[in-house]
């Protein structure tokens, strides 16, 4: 149906930036709302940031002023830009859509993860 895949994690300093990429592929006729989340181990998934079908955003107040969503519909991908980084933002991040695909309703999918790590 859908794969996401998301990618551009990996190690960074305190104070650091990075971007994370989601990229969506299948057969896919709308993308709605893209959120992006985050687990770290023995906690629940947290809600990060999310952007609407009409570009409206929201964040965590934990990375307002940080973070930055943005999505791409023509190229079926959606961006994180992560700045400031500290160390609390250690954690896997999700990319998750909601979408109509092809044969089904209206689901939410999501990707396998992308790990963050900030070094203090």
């Known amino acids: 149906q859908v794969q996401l895949v998301e990618s551009g994690g990996g190690l960074v300093q305190a104070g650091g930036s990075l971007r994370l990429s989601c990229s969506a592929s299948?057969?896919?006729?709308?993308?709605?709302?893209i959120n992006w989340y985050r687990q770290t181990p023995g906690n629940q998934r947290e809600f990060v940031a999310r952007i609407l079908q009409n570009e409206d955003t929201d964040y965590a107040d934990s990375v307002k002023g940080r973070f930055t969503i943005s999505r791409d519909d023509a190229k079926l991908m959606s961006y994180l830009q992560m700045n400031s980084v500290t160390p609390e933002d250690t954690a896997v991040y999700y990319c998750?859509?909601?979408?109509?695909?092809?044969?089904?309703?209206?689901?939410?999918?999501w990707g396998q993860g992308t790990q963050v790590t900030v070094s203090s």
């Open positions: 299948g057969k896919i006729m709308v993308v709605r709302d």
């Open positions: 998750a859509i909601d979408a109509t695909v092809v044969g089904f309703p209206l689901l939410t999918y």
